[in-house]
């Protein structure tokens, strides 16, 4: 067959072998052939890896692609939530139009449940409640025939970082300010976490009934946070209600219905199903119920989940007003029973092939070798590497200090470094006076920001959040300081002085095709030890032939984190696939200079 015949096929990187036979459309006992021709011995119900599959499906005409797993791409790029990513890599001509997701944030006591209630109460058509029946943190109005689907974040008096998730879930933000009590602390944060998310911000303006409410005020003050009303030539509408009189929330369905108009709110039914998970909790009949916001494909009953950590086959399922369904697409809000534990409010689900593959997934991101949510937060030291890497070309600052007069020359010193940079945009996401809080690192994590504090110092609670969720913080007391540490950051020159190590050597014993095109070598360390994440050098004759990165480690056929002095294992390079016996591989890492 030519290649210009070659069909492309994904496959996971473990399989059966049955599995495999059924993509691509041959007998089992054919693959069993091509596998016993290669030298493999497999069973029809054993699971083969991806290099392996690999192999048979090239040799049967195909173009196999490894699968993108989701946790390959953490949400660690900071901007756009991942399953926007994931949409983005959909074929155009599959997408289709999905109810617009909404969230509603703002300070606490602004009337945010009040309102998610009356939208509730005015919209939602009361259903049969088939199976269950409890109010749950998501729901489906239709207004002037187009439907919405409203989150709840639970999480009431503090912000919490569900909030923050919650923002960078949704397509559109109403961002609920009280009328008599205007722009306060939490709403600021709000409207940073949806800036962040680069999520648009509808205000809600409430508790229009009260005497004291005062519009004109409040306006004023939105437009100092960068929430110019659009009556002011902005571009935030701003939508007087009575969340408690039921008042004026028609004309904030329609702005809401306005906006979604203006951004690409699609997604594929028939795509990767991908998600977020809106609450979870443990019922004394049903066990563990999950609420799920699907954010693309569609969900079956019967299909394996796998939520952060939980996983389980869907043995039954709801829509929000607890009717039974046996299958739901983009934007809508189900419940489901049938996962092994209560899922973390955030996490992100996904349907797997079985629960077995599940299980596998969840042993590697306990063991620490697969990262599911743990993000990598960007820090100046590795801006620079972040922006070669394509990763970044934003720098974004909280700043904290300990007075006006010392914040406004540090912002505005920044801009100009930012301006004489223009690979780099420096965006300060938030400024204040006063220590690093708790939800200063917040707001950084949920965007990936630095947050730098002058003259301040960090709060306990700010601290053990910045260390678990690895938030950078800096400190400085001389502006020039923390000015020339961001300029050598963009430079690439604030690199703590690295080294670079041998660790370990190797010789090449044998070479072998894993695909058409990618050969790996089979190998004997010979001193140190060799690391999948490590760098690799191939010397032959004294020389060096290529210098790169490792693109797999196997002992037999598992993946592993590294292989010590005297064992033998199997190692592919990217972009490197010229091996040749007696090949000498040197890995080295870089490290920090001890000296
Ligand atoms: P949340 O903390 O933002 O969820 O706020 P709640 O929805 O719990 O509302 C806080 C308080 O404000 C409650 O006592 C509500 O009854 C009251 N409230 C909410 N919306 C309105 C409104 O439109 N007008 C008036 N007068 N009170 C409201």
Same mark, same amino acid.
Do not use: W
């Given at each position: 067959m030519s290649d210009t015949e070659?069909?492309?096929i994904i496959l996971p990187s473990n399989i059966s072998v049955r599995a495999l036979a059924e993509k691509i459309e041959a007998s089992p006992i054919e693959v069993i052939k091509v596998l016993m021709a290669n030298g493999v011995m497999a069973s029809i119900?054993?699971?083969?890896?991806?290099? %392996?599959?690999?192999?048979?499906?090239? !040799?049967?005409?195909?173009?196999? !692609? #490894?699968?993108?797993?989701?946790?390959?791409e953490p949400e660690e790029k900071g901007e756009i939530p991942f399953w926007r990513r994931v949409i983005a890599r959909e074929n155009e001509k599959d997408l289709v139009a999905r109810p617009p997701v909404v969230t509603i944030l703002g300070h606490v006591d602004h009337g945010k449940t009040t309102l998610l209630d009356a939208i509730? &109460? %005015?919209?939602?058509?009361?259903?049969?409640?088939?199976?269950i029946t409890q109010h749950i943190g998501a729901y489906q109005i239709e207004h002037k025939g187009k439907k919405i689907t409203f989150m709840d %974040?639970?999480?009431?008096?503090?912000?919490?970082?569900?909030?923050?998730?919650?923002?960078? =879930?949704?397509?559109?933000?109403?961002?609920?300010?009280?009328?008599?009590?205007?722009?306060?602390? &939490?709403?600021?944060?709000?409207?940073?976490?949806?800036?962040?998310a680069r999520v648009p911000i509808v205000v809600a303006l409430n508790k229009m009934d009260l005497a004291t409410a005062n519009p004109e005020l409040v306006k004023r003050q939105l437009a100092e946070i960068d929430l110019v009303p659009d009556e002011w030539d902005g571009d935030t509408m701003i939508v007087p209600v009575s969340a408690i009189k039921k008042q004026g929330l028609d004309d904030l369905l329609e702005a809401i219905l306005l906006t979604a108009d203006q951004i690409d709110i699609r997604a594929n039914p028939k795509g990767e199903v991908l998600g977020t998970v809106v609450e979870g909790e443990l019922d004394r009949f049903r066990g563990v119920l999950a609420t799920l916001l699907l954010q693309n494909g569609t969900v079956k009953m019967g299909d394996t989940v796998l939520a952060g950590k939980a996983y389980g086959k869907i043995k039954a399922m709801f829509d929000y007003r607890g009717n039974r369904i046996s299958k739901a697409g983009p934007s809508t809000p189900i419940v489901i029973m049938g996962l092994n534990e209560v899922p973390n409010a955030g996490d992100l689900f996904r349907v797997v092939a079985s629960e077995k593959d599940a299980r596998s997934i969840v042993a590697e991101i306990e063991s620490g070798e697969r990262t599911f949510t743990r993000p990598t937060k960007v820090t100046l030291e590795d801006l620079f590497e972040k922006m070669q890497a394509g990763e970044t070309q934003e720098l974004r600052l909280i700043i904290k200090a300990d007075v006006q007069g010392s914040l406004e020359p540090i912002t505005s010193s920044l801009h100009e470094l930012g301006d004489q940079h223009p690979e780099v945009s420096i965006v300060i996401l938030h400024q204040e006076i006063g220590n690093i809080s708790e939800s200063d690192v917040m707001l950084a994590t949920a965007s990936d920001a630095i947050v730098i504090g002058f003259a301040v110092e960090a709060d306990n609670a700010a601290e053990r959040l910045a260390e678990k969720e690895g938030v950078s913080i800096r400190l400085y007391t001389v502006i020039?300081? $923390? $000015?020339?540490?961001?300029?050598?950051?963009?430079?690439?020159m604030l690199k703590p002085e690295m080294v670079e190590r041998v660790i370990?050597?190797?010789?090449?014993?044998?070479?072998?095709?894993?695909?058409?095109?990618?050969?790996?070598?089979?190998?004997?360390?010979?001193?140190?030890?060799?690391?999948?994440? =490590?760098?690799?050098? +191939?010397?032959?004759? =004294?020389?060096?032939?290529?210098?790169?990165?490792?693109?797999? #480690?196997?002992? !037999?056929?598992?993946? +592993?984190?590294?292989?010590? !002095?005297?064992?033998e294992c199997g190692v592919a390079l990217k972009n490197f696939h010229a091996f040749e016996v007696g090949d000498l591989l040197e890995c080295y890492i870089f490290e920090k200079d001890a000296a």
């Open positions: 070659m069909k492309k119900n054993q699971n083969i890896d991806f290099d %392996t599959a690999a192999v048979v499906a090239s !040799e049967l005409g195909f173009e196999p !692609e #490894l699968e993108k797993r989701l946790e390959e509730r &109460q %005015t919209n939602v058509a009361a259903g049969e409640k088939g199976g %974040t639970p999480g009431h008096a503090a912000f919490t970082s569900m909030r923050a998730r919650g923002a960078q =879930g949704a397509d559109i933000v109403i961002l609920v300010v009280a009328a008599d009590d205007g722009v306060m602390p &939490q709403t600021r944060e709000a409207a940073n976490h949806a800036k962040a020039y300081h $923390l $000015l020339e540490d961001v300029e050598k950051a963009i430079k690439g370990g050597k190797a010789n090449v014993l044998a070479t072998f095709s894993v695909s058409r095109f990618k050969v790996a070598a089979g190998c004997r360390v010979i001193s140190g030890e060799i690391r999948r994440n =490590g760098h690799m050098r +191939v010397i032959r004759d =004294g020389k060096v032939i290529f210098d790169g990165e490792i693109a797999s #480690l196997k002992r !037999e056929k598992d993946d +592993v984190r590294e292989v010590r !002095e005297g064992f």
